[in-house]
């Protein structure tokens, strides 16, 4: 009986997976015209390679960024800061569909594969000739008849994981601390149990740091701050709703949409803690928009981005408070997916053409040298950790630890005045120590050796 529940949720989440491409192919046919934006930021066009659609995107640095378009196996790259597009096909697929891409190089990426129909082929798929060839990582096999799996994504260089729907009661979960050349599956012990009925949905996902969240069908978002090892829940939308889009600052404020069975009407809710706690939800299309999706613009205090593609609510707008207020970008414009790697960097996809932002959002305020006494941090260089210790108290202060791409590849939260950051995992190399307090970001140099 379990299993027939199953394919019928599989089922569904793939005819869901249907009428989106359904609505592409309908915004395509409109011909909507781009509206004036109502602030100082905007999208330019970049058409040379675009796909005739993209649905995710991800980004490694200022210069590579990868995506999926609305096929069976396609996906989109940059090389150049969006400038020039290229794209390629996932080979080896059979009746399957895609959820996600995730990279750490312009050679190196991987993708969730779900299944799409007797004999389908589904598991975790890297690349590490750009795409030229891929092959299945064996032992995040997701082979359960039952199995789904909805995302991937990594960490830094070494560490990742892959989140798929239930299976005998809880997440099918697996972590690498290698680049895939091992995964293993997350015990059920560190995890709360699914509900009845409960699956997650294809990219319905967002990481920051060492911490990963994804939505459910139960308006339930799971919390991992280690990298996928151990998992809490929360509640924040109401129970016969789908998390369908979420992003969280460095700071821990984060900002979650999602959409009612059956009305198709849309809520949101904040969070101040990193999802820990959540405010009441409200019903609401954030800015007019019919949201899919929300991005966090790195370097910010809380600046989120949002895109719309259904016709009619669609367009971009910007928060500079966490979700409290939208300015809009543009509006009558279709827009897929969003990214972005720094306060002046990002892109989103449209009905073929790419799109790269035009402007700048206010970076946090910093002390950019070594004259603010109140952080020290030593030993620097290190081998295995650094102690990060302050002379003064600070209230939910986090330390982000960059590397050099500009991704962030450790997020704690200071438990007090004095606290050890363990980096042995990290490559050798020099990376940017972020204080993060309010509005105000202390920086460092570090160099792991």
Known sequence: ?????????????????????????????????????????????????????????????????????NGVSGFVKTTDGGETWETGQIDGLSNSGTGNISAVSATEAFAAVYPNGAGATSGIYHTTDGGQTWSKQPTASYSDPASFPNFVT??????????????????????TSNLGQTWTRVPNANMPAALAGEWGFINSFIDNGNSVWFGTNKGRIFRSTDKGLNWTVSTLLPNNSTVSAMAFSDNGTGFAVGVEDGSGRMFSARTSDGGENWSAFVAEEPAG???????????????????????????????????????????????????????????????????????AFASVTGIEDELDGRLSVYPNPSTTEFTVELSTSAKSARVVLYNMNGQPVLNQVLQGPSQTLSVGHLPKGVYVLNLVENQTVIKRKVVVQ
């Open 1 to 69: 009986m379990k299993k027939n529940y199953t394919k019928f949720s599989q089922s569904i989440k793939i005819l869901i997976a249907s009428l989106l491409l359904l609505s592409w192919q309908g915004i395509l046919n409109t011909g909507l015209v781009m509206a004036q934006g109502t602030t100082t930021h905007s999208w330019v066009e970049k058409t040379t390679g675009a796909p005739p659609q993209v649905r995710t995107l991800y980004a490694v640095n200022e210069n590579v960024v990868w995506g999926l378009t």
């Open 154 to 175: 990594f960490f830094d260089g070494t560490n990742g994981v892959a989140g798929g729907d239930a299976l005998n009661g809880y997440f099918e979960i697996y972590t």
């Open 289 to 359: 928009l019919y949201v899919n999706s929300i991005a966090y613009v790195p370097g910010t205090a809380s600046t989120f981005v949002i895109t719309g593609a259904a016709a009619g609510k669609n367009g971009s707008a910007v928060s500079t408070d966490g979700g409290a207020n939208w300015t809009m970008i543009d509006q009558g414009v279709a827009h897929s997916e969003v990214v972005f790697v720094n306060p002046t960097t990002g892109w989103t996809g449209g009905p073929g053409v790419m799109y790269k932002f035009s402007g």
